[in-house]
Structures are given as C-alpha cells and as structure tokens.
C-alpha cells in the first residue's frame, strides 16, 4: 500500500508539473493549476471527459503517461480493497471478530443440543426475535449464516467478551464430551457468566441434576436435563426455552445481603 501511495504521488507531481508547462499558454482550455489537476484526476482514472485534452505532442505523451500509471493505481486499489473486505468476511466467518449486539442469546459450545435447540428458537415466543450469538471451538466456522459466530472456549473472559456476554439476555450452557466430567465444566463456565452478567437467564445442561457443585455456584443458574433434552428432540423435536422456565427454581446460592 505504501508503495502504490508512493507512485500515485510521484504520478500525480510529475504529469500535474509537465502536463502545465507544455498546455498552459498553449491550450486555451488549461488556464490554470486547477485545469491541470482536474485534467490529471480524470484522466488517471481513464474517465476522459474531454472538456481539457492536451493540444501538443508533449501533453499528449504527458496523457499517456497518465493513463498507464492511472491504471496501475486503481487497479491495484481495488484489489486491495476487495482483498480487505474479504479478510474482514473471512475474520467474522471463523469468529475472530467482536459482535455488536445487546440483548441477545450465547449459546456456549455447539453440539447436536444446540443444533436441536437452534431450530426450535424461530419458534419460541420471547426468543424468536432476539440475535443469537455462538461460542464453541467445535467448529472451526460458523454454522448458520444467519447467526453470529463466535470461536474460542466458553471458558475464557476474552472469548466471553467477544461474545458480548456483559450484554446478553440469555445464556445456554452445553455440556462438552470432551471431558471426564462435563458438568463440571459446564457448571464453570455458567458460574464465570453470571459472574460477568449476573441479570443474564443462564440455562445449563447437567447429567445429574444433583450434582454436589450445584449449591456452589451463584443463584440464577436453570439446570435442564440432558437426558430430558435428548428424550425430548426424539419424541417430537420439541426444544422449548420457555418450557424450562416454567415452574423452575433457579439453582445456586443467593449473595450474602449486605452488611
């Protein structure tokens, strides 16, 4: 980018510089600096309105001059260009890039629950309509076009952010296989959420619904059922958020008030 900046100045000084010592007194159409460069940038840029053309053998060599290098420039602009808005592209498919959203769902770790749960969200009332953001790093890229994708481990603050988790509205937690015990780690990851957005409905997935970690974590936390999640997208497909709120008490333990 330099370089072509660097050519495009040397053009511009030199064509502007010869193209007013051979045209200006000649041409009656050149009566000045501001011919001369309206000349060069509609020329440079091979749009050619024809009201200042060169007259002299010398301009027109000048003229020439322009037009190759011109070509050069905007050509290697708009490569540059489109090579940076596909870079930006590329960034926001493979989720490097911070989401812009508020009041929004994180879905943290994409298995075939989320994927279940993801095509049952168009149709859940108070869902529907809200972004969705996905964090997991199951996936190298995102899943559905139509939401945000964001890469990392749920467990990390800086992958949080990213996701926008100060401002989410609600948060599923998934349970990852990968790991001996996975509710431990999904009981981490829903603790350091609510811990960074404590108004967030947190839903956590947990094989044992009496895990011990359970009275440790912080107040707020919906412990679904796996094995109810999994009954339920065999029967009737049916992955209703709203069917976990009903009747459900928070798990966790309240804050201490304040002294």
């Known amino acids: 980018m330099q370089l072509l900046i660097y050519v495009a100045v040397l053009s511009a000084t030199i064509s502007i510089s010869l193209f007013h010592a051979f045209e200006c ?5 050149v009566r000045g600096w501001f011919d001369v460069v309206w000349w060069w940038v509609v020329t ?7 009201d200042v053309v060169p007259i002299t053998w010398q301009g027109r060599s000048v003229a020439i001059f322009t037009i190759i290098i011109g070509l050069y420039i905007y050509t290697n602009m708009v490569a540059i260009i489109a090579q940076s808005v596909h870079a930006l592209l590329e960034r926001r498919k493979r989720g490097m890039m911070p989401v812009r959203v508020s009041g929004h769902i994180v879905l943290c770790e994409y298995t075939a629950v989320t994927d279940e749960l993801i095509q049952w969200l168009p149709r859940s009332k108070g869902f529907c309509d809200l972004p969705v953001v996905i964090v997991s790093d199951l996936v ?12 990392g481990v749920p467990i990390s603050p800086a992958v949080l ?4 988790i100060q401002r989410a509205r609600y948060v599923f937690v998934f349970a990852n296989m ?10 981490h990851v829903a603790a350091r959420v609510l811990r960074l ?3 967030a409905t947190v839903f956590v997935e947990l094989f044992q619904m009496d895990h ?22 065999l029967r009737h497909g049916r992955m209703d958020p709203n069917d976990w709120l009903k009747g459900r008490e928070p798990a966790g333990t309240e804050a201490a ?3």
Not at 25 to 29: E, Q, R, S
């Open 25 to 29: 007194g000649a041409n009656p159409n």
């Open 161 to 164: 952010s990213r996701a926008g």
């Open 212 to 233: 011990e970690l359970l009275k440790d974590v912080p107040a707020g936390i919906i412990p679904v059922s796996s094995l109810e999640l999994i009954r339920c997208a």
């Open 178 to 187: 990968r790991f001996n015990d996975p509710d431990v780690k999904t009981l």
């Open 197 to 199: 957005n404590p108004g």
């Open 44 to 50: 440079s840029g091979t749009v050619g309105y024809g």
């Open 257 to 259: 008030p304040p002294a």
């Open 140 to 151: 190298n890229a995102n899943p559905y076009a139509q939401h945000l994708f964001v890469y």
